[in-house]
């Protein structure tokens, strides 16, 4: 595989949530690896609600016993350098369908917590699996490197 096709996931300013544009993961996962970044991919089989399924994306990301499995806990734990400590986080997440609603809220989290890492001069990208979900994709620069 061609590093040229690889995303610029160094670019920190472009850094949040976005939609997994489809095909795409294994540069992803390779550009991620060349930067030595950690790669999460989270789509649970057996979640039923927001709660179990936060709940295993906190297994997942191996986030403190004492992890609450809400949002509020989510983005806490999301901003802990001392929790998620390297420069570049991705996180590939699926199965959103027991989020229901609160799939709007995973989303605000995920932007204000790849917010603070921008701040930290870090990056945190979530890319969500849900090709039909009303979020934007891609970054055009990201999306011509693929």
């Given at each position: ?6 995303p610029p996931l ?29 790669l999460?991919s ?24 004492h992890f609450?499995?809400?949002?509020d ?12 400590n ?15 609603d609160?799939?709007?809220i ?11 890492w ?7 990208w ?10 934007d ?10």
């Amino acid at each position: 595989m061609s590093t040229a096709r690889q995303p610029p996931l160094e670019d920190k300013t472009l850094s949040g949530p976005y939609r997994l544009p489809p095909g795409s993961e294994s540069d992803i996962t390779a550009a991620a690896h060349a930067l030595g970044w950690p790669l999460i991919s989270y789509r649970p089989e057996s979640a039923t609600d927001a709660r179990t399924w936060l709940a295993g994306l906190g297994q997942a990301l191996g986030f403190p016993e004492h992890f609450g499995a809400n949002f509020d806990a989510l983005y806490d734990c999301l901003t802990d350098p001392g929790v998620l400590n390297s420069q570049g986080q991705v996180l590939i997440l699926g199965n959103l369908s027991p989020l229901g609603d609160e799939v709007d809220i995973l989303i605000a989290v995920l932007q204000a917590a790849s917010d603070e890492w921008r701040d930290q001069d870090r990056a945190l990208w979530a890319l969500l699996d849900a090709p039909r979900l009303d979020l934007d994709p891609l970054p055009r620069g990201l999306k011509h490197a693929l």
